[in-house]
């Protein structure tokens, strides 16, 4: 159990922080593929198709390194 909320603590961090580099560049690739996977295998589909949608650009392609 400890193992488990110290897993949702360190997944909650991590969620943060992509958040915030997100702030300073919205369409920073490398941040944005972070955020989806950690979303997807978190069990949030629908928050990772969210960030999905903020991707622009070319940047777009590393959505194929999204494998869930």
């Known amino acids: 159990l400890r193992r488990m909320e110290g897993q949702r603590r360190n997944l909650a961090r ?8 997100l702030e300073v560049d919205p369409a920073h690739a490398p941040s944005l593929l972070g955020l989806g996977q950690l979303e997807a295998r978190s069990g949030n589909p629908v928050a990772a198709l969210e960030v999905r949608a903020e991707c622009t650009g070319g940047d777009a392609d590393i959505w194929g390194l999204l494998s869930v």
């Open 14 to 21: 991590a969620r943060r922080l992509y958040r915030q580099a």
